[in-house]
Structure formats: structure tokens, C-alpha cells
């Protein structure tokens, strides 16, 4: 595997169900980024990671809960979901240091909430 | 108002044509600028990066930064289908570039 993968490509599940998404990156980065991608809006930044610590919570509600175990994972667990919250969510990291910075995305999960 | 500003589109042009994509923004402070392009189902990936004001040239790609005017380009010279994705804008006050400000993105289609 290279670069950024995320799993699963696709999920539906009903509004009382409880679900994960997983990203991995096989870049040697340090910082991880969840980003929501709705239809006819901007990405939206979630949550920031550095060397797994949490750098950024850009007001996210609570039932979107994220854990970084490592470098080189990211979790975004979900539970009591919304219709609303139907969207591509992807994953993305980046170096982490000063310099030219580039995020590398994954292909992201499209989530469909029933 | 937003703060970065896009064209939706959906932006439909014959194989060979010049395509010219936009942005505005509102935040004075933003000093990286980055074009990405989305392909369907999947990620977005970087196309262009440039600091402050001036040109940056990239093949059939160019892009332009106005910081005067608070406007972004992307140019495609003879441009193909293969570019036909949703190009996305994206700015950052600060080179570590972690708080990425997105447009909305723009669709393309090029019809051969």
C-alpha cells in the first residue's frame, strides 16, 4: 500500500448504529487531518492530529469522536449520527513541520446516514 | 460572506481551449495559495503551490496570486479530457500550511 488508504470506500448506517472509519499513511508523516467534503460545499476541517496529539477541534459536535493511536493512524469513530452528516469524509497528512507543506488525501469514505 | 469565494460551475469547454479557474478570498493574512484537483471517488490531489503575489509555471498549468486584488487563477493550456475533475482552491495564513481554506470547487469538463 502506498500513501494515504482509508476503509471502508462506502458505508450506510441508521441513525442508532455505531461505526468507524479507518485512514493509514504509508508517508513516514507526522500530522493526520479529517476533513468533511459535502455536495455544494467546501471541505470542512474536523480534526487535526500532531504526533498524535489533538492540535485542532474545529467545533466538531460530540457524536464524532477522533483517536490517533500512532503516526500512521487515524481513527474517526461515529455513533448517533445525523441524515446531515451524509458525506465524503477524507483523510489527509501532511510532514508536520516548517517548510513547503503538502496534505496527501486519501480517497475518502462516503457515508450515507439513514 | 465566505472567505474563500469559488465558481461552482459546472464548466464545460472543447478539447484544446484555455480554461481559466478562480478564486477570491477575504483574509488578508492568507500567504500560501494551492490549487488541488478532484478526480470522481477520489481524493483530492496538489496541483500547484505558490507564496505571496506572482506567477508559478507547471507544464500546461499556471498560476497566478493577486494578493492586491485578493484573487487566484489556475490556467490549463490545450487542455485535455483527462483534466476534466472539480479543481479546488485552497490558501493558509502560514507556510506549515495546517489550516487549509478551501473553495468550493469548480467542475470541469473537457469535451473532446
Known amino acids: 500500500e502506498t500513501g494515504v488508504t482509508q476503509t471502508p470506500r462506502h458505508l450506510v448506517m441508521g441513525m442508532t448504529n455505531k461505526k468507524s472509519l479507518k485512514c493509514e499513511q504509508h508517508?513516514?508523516?507526522?500530522?493526520m487531518y479529517w476533513y468533511k467534503q459535502s455536495a455544494k460545499k467546501p471541505l470542512e476541517l474536523m480534526f487535526v492530529?500532531?504526533?498524535?496529539?489533538?492540535?485542532e477541534n474545529n467545533s466538531v459536535p460530540s457524536r464524532f469522536s477522533p483517536e490517533c493511536p500512532n503516526s500512521s493512524h487515524l481513527f474517526l469513530h461515529l455513533h448517533t449520527l445525523q441524515p446531515e452528516d451524509s458525506a465524503l469524509y477524507l483523510c489527509?497528512?501532511?510532514?508536520?513541520?516548517?517548510?513547503?507543506?503538502?496534505?496527501?488525501f486519501g480517497p475518502g469514505t462516503r457515508l450515507l446516514v439513514l | 460572506q465566505k472567505e474563500v469565494e469559488q465558481d461552482p460551475g459546472p464548466l464545460s469547454v472543447p478539447e484544446g481551449a484555455i480554461v481559466s479557474l478562480n478564486c477570491t478570498y477575504s483574509?488578508?493574512?492568507?500567504?500560501?495559495f494551492m490549487w488541488y484537483r478532484q478526480y470522481s471517488r477520489k481524493g483530492p490531489e496538489l496541483l500547484m503551490y505558490?507564496?505571496?503575489?506572482g506567477n508559478k509555471e507547471d507544464g500546461r498549468f499556471t498560476a497566478q496570486v493577486d494578493k492586491s486584488s485578493k484573487y487566484i487563477s489556475l490556467f490549463i493550456r490545450d487542455s485535455q479530457p483527462s483534466d476534466s475533475a472539480t479543481y479546488l482552491c485552497a490558501m493558509s495564513e502560514d507556510q506549515g500550511a495546517q489550516k487549509l481554506v478551501f473553495g468550493q470547487g469548480t467542475r470541469l469538463t473537457i469535451n473532446p
Open positions: 483574509n488578508s493574512a492568507f500567504q500560501y
Open positions: 492530529y500532531n504526533f498524535k496529539e489533538q492540535t
Open positions: 508517508l513516514g508523516h507526522n500530522a
Open positions: 505558490t507564496y505571496s503575489s
Open positions: 489527509a497528512s501532511s510532514q508536520g513541520d516548517a517548510g513547503e507543506e503538502t496534505q496527501y
